[in-house]
């Protein structure tokens, strides 16, 4: 059984940071990308950044120069280092593993609250 479990949301002060990891379970993490993904109440999901197995990244330009992804493919984990964080970062933030195969299926987490306000 595959599981993407999220943990590190929470309320921050604007200014302030987070870090968000996900381990995966039950999956080959290494032929997966592996993504962050945002929604904000009354928006659709965004993607924020992935990450792909050989490392190379792609961010949001929202987040450009804040956030900072990593994975480690010994540990099965992706992390995410949110810096500077703003109140329009507000939202659920889900993990993603993407196939980089062919006829692989995509998995999703089911989310960690991150909520920034004074």
């Known amino acids: 059984q595959v599981q993407l479990v999220e943990s590190g949301g929470g309320l921050v002060q604007p200014g302030g940071s987070l870090r968000l990891s996900c381990v995966a379970s039950?999956?080959?993490?290494?032929?997966?990308?592996m993504g962050w993904y945002r929604q904000a109440p009354g928006k659709q999901r965004e993607l924020v950044v992935f990450?792909?197995?050989?490392?190379?990244?792609n961010y949001a330009d929202s987040v450009k120069g804040r956030f900072t992804v990593s994975r480690d493919n010994a540990k099965n984990t992706v992390s995410l280092q949110m810096n500077s964080l703003k109140p329009e970062d507000t939202a659920v933030y889900f993990c993603?593993?993407?196939?980089?195969?062919?006829?692989?299926?995509?998995?999703w987490g089911q989310g960690t609250q991150v909520t920034v306000s004074s």
């Open positions: 993603n593993a993407r196939p980089e195969r062919w006829g692989m299926p995509e998995y």
């Open positions: 039950g999956m080959p993490f290494s032929r997966y990308t």
């Open positions: 990450v792909r197995s050989d490392g190379s990244t």
